[in-house]
């Protein structure tokens, strides 16, 4: 039981970041008007993402 509820709240931590930050860039690009914006936006999504992997192999790494 233990188990199940360890994989079910790895996967809530890993899916929820994609579950929102994937719309958001599907969608705001198209209030954004400037390019330079748009591009900045998207570095940031981006960074978040990354960071999100990086901690997961972070904690992933200290169970081992």
Do not use: D, N
């Not at 970041?17 to 570095?43: C, D, N, Q, W």
């Amino acid at each position: 039981l233990q188990g199940v509820v360890y994989a079910v709240s790895f996967g809530i931590g890993t899916v929820f970041p994609v579950m929102i930050l994937g719309p958001l860039v599907g969608l705001l690009p198209e209030k954004i008007k400037s390019p330079k914006h748009l591009r900045a936006f998207r570095v940031v999504c981006g960074l978040i993402l990354i960071l999100f992997g990086l901690q997961l192999l972070y904690s992933i790494w200290h169970l081992l």
